[in-house]
């Protein structure tokens, strides 16, 4: 445990050292994920689907606002759905001004959770983000989750329903707006996940903000469980039992990764509780205080020895010192 407490401070003292540079990378490499698999699961438009193109635009959200990141994203999206169909883009577009006019206007400072909520459910496991998010931020955050959940499910509709879109004489004008409408409106998967998010998020955020010992273990086991629990009895309902092996993966790395978090940034000492009282010319209050696990960095002092020089002294010059005949010290 001591060795995991070291580690932390290690890297807390890291971070706050390169700060700059961690975060630099961090946007770099997580740009060029999103925008390889923009590409690779939607690349309608050959122009664009190359990893050049996304290795510039990483590039570019480097140096830039995570928001940046965001925006771009959301224009190589409608750029992907513009070469597809024209429907499927003016949906798409109305669907993404909306969900960003709510997202700048309640959930600004939430870039990262817009953008690695539709990334994990790409991978499968996006049950950490309604938890972490729960643990970590305000009510408002949350739609930060669910902009990038419904994000990821238009796309994943659009890309089941394809042949909705290809250029037939059946499937002109208002059937391809049709089409595009019902990916939004019949997609019963995205309601059910939507929906789970928004109250594992809310379970979370209660629980962990209560006076309690060990509140935030408690939240994300209870934040954890209850989405498993609500996931699994809503994909057998809707028929789609092949999701379940997904769900209790997601959960199983949701838990791991809410254990770090909780270790990272709320690990607590509840061994040492303090309760303080004070008053002042309108309130009497009472504190109940619990000092974070700390361990103390340990400062290596190395103490230098010398050997001490040897000094030799002539006879004559101690003769003359102690004032006695030089051939007594033969």
Known sequence: MTSLLELREKLRIFYGKYELYVVAGTKFILGLIVFLIINSEIGYMEQLNHPAVSLLLSLICTFLPINAMVVLAVGLILLHLFALSLEACAIGLCLFLLMLFMYLKFAHQNGYSIILTPMLCFFGIPQIMPVAVGMLKKPSAYLSVLCGAITY??????????????????????????????????????????????????????????????????????????????????????????????????????????????????????????????????????????????????????????PKKRTTVNRRELAEELDIDQDLLE
């Open 153 to 306: 499910f238009y796309l994943k509709g659009v890309q089941e329903n394809i042949v909705n879109f290809t250029s037939t004489e059946e499937t002109e004008g208002f059937y391809k707006f049709t089409a595009a409408l019902k990916v939004l409106t019949e997609n019963k998967e995205m309601y059910l996940v939507v929906t789970v998010f928004f109250i594992t998020s809310l379970i979370v955020y209660i629980i962990r903000r209560q006076a309690v010992n060990y509140a935030w273990k408690i939240a994300l086991f209870a934040g954890n469980i209850v989405e498993l629990l609500i996931l699994l009895v809503g994909y057998i309902l809707l028929d789609m039992s092949e999701q379940i092996f997904w769900v209790v993966i997601g959960t199983l790395v949701s838990i791991v990764i809410s254990f770090i978090l909780e270790f990272f940034l709320y690990n607590l000492d509840y061994s040492r509780i303090e309760r303080v009282q004070f008053e002042d010319d309108e309130y009497y209050y009472f504190v109940k205080a619990v000092p974070k696990v700390f361990v103390a960095k340990r400062d290596k002092k190395v103490k230098r020895i010398t």
